[in-house]
């Protein structure tokens, strides 16, 4: 089932129950014309996601699709396939990887083993390097089985620097890394004639983005949040995780949770403030529109303490 992107904005939790109803787990949602997104659940990672519990990208061109990140694993890939399959016949040609989280890469050989190019810069592909067996270790705990088959592939040729401009069966695009976001190395996928980014895990929309110990800054997230949005000024955005969404719902959902993160629990911290009294003041505390955010209760302590741990 596909579904507009104005009918998704407007009818954000009718949609919702649509998706529960249908048993499908990545929901694609039209964007533009032969641009869409691939919706997968916002909850954890497990057994019936295999590992996609985040958001994907696709342009249909005249060639083959472009897939934007190839699913947690060779299962994940296949939900990916699955979900294509309802949009267009066409095989996936290229593969870009917005970063090194397992959702972004780990399903690339699946598609390579099909003859598709698997497409990242170099400051990504080396964090994907470093990070493989330890994705790799928790995806076999989380997901058992359902991992198996699983084989870290990047891209043998990365693109070197910042920026790269690629024209793709005709539709020019923009690989471009602003910073170090969720992870070091994160990249976005730019659509500059439509205005569409696909942010991989700079965004997160209509969840509760996790802050994790693993060479990222939550500092650093939050500048580089900044640059793309003041860069780009995307019309669209099709974040990391969660429904495709305006600059807006991504200021108010990743800029400025980042921005309230840095605010409040740098000072603590370097007042030497107690940490869990620091927690729990600004738990209590956090302003309605990151309550009302999916995982808030499960996530949001967990992140001011490793902000609070950075910032120490
Ligand atoms: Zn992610």
Redesign the pocket.
């Known amino acids: 089932m596909i579904k507009t992107f104005a009918k998704a904005l407007a009818c954000a939790a009718l949609a919702a129950v649509a998706v529960a109803a249908h048993a499908s787990v990545l929901q694609p949602v039209k964007v533009g014309d032969d641009i869409y997104a691939l919706v997968g659940p916002l909850g954890q990672r497990d057994v019936a996601n295999a590992g996609d519990n ?1 958001t994907f990208g696709a342009i249909v061109t005249p060639d083959g699709v472009i897939l934007i990140d190839s699913g947690a694993t060779k299962a994940g890939a296949e939900l990916i396939e699955t979900a294509l399959k309802t949009i267009t016949p066409k095989p996936v040609r290229w593969v870009i990887n917005t ?1 090194s ?1 397992d ?2 890469w780990l399903g690339n050989a699946t598609f390579a083993a099909q003859g598709a190019k698997i497409i990242a810069l170099d400051v990504t592909v080396k964090v994907q390097q470093a990070n493989a067996a330890q994705e790799m270790q928790g995806l076999n705990m989380l997901l058992g089985k359902t991992a198996d088959g699983t084989v870290p592939m990047s891209s043998p040729d990365p693109l070197p620097g910042n920026e790269a401009k690629l024209k793709l069966g005709g539709i020019e695009l923009e690989l471009r890394h602003f910073g170090t976001g ?1 992870f070091p190395g994160d990249a976005v996928v730019w659509l500059p004639k439509q205005r569409i980014a696909f942010s ?2 700079l965004v997160f929309a209509d969840r509760m983005l996790g802050v994790l110990d693993n060479g990222s800054r939550v500092d650093q997230w939050a500048q580089t949040f900044k640059t793309f949005a003041t860069t780009l000024k995307p019309e669209i955005i099709i974040p ?2 969660g429904k495709p969404c305006s600059l807006a719902q991504a200021q108010a959902q990743t800029g400025d949770y980042l921005d309230w993160l840095v605010r409040e629990v740098q000072p603590a911290a370097q007042n030497m403030d107690d940490m869990d009294k620091t927690v729990q003041r600004l738990h209590a505390s956090a302003p309605e529109t990151f309550r009302k955010l999916d995982n808030f209760e499960g996530i949001d302590k967990k992140n001011i303490t490793r902000a609070y741990l950075e910032f120490q």
């Open positions: 985040a970063g989280q959702h972004r969720h991989g895990d990391g995780h």
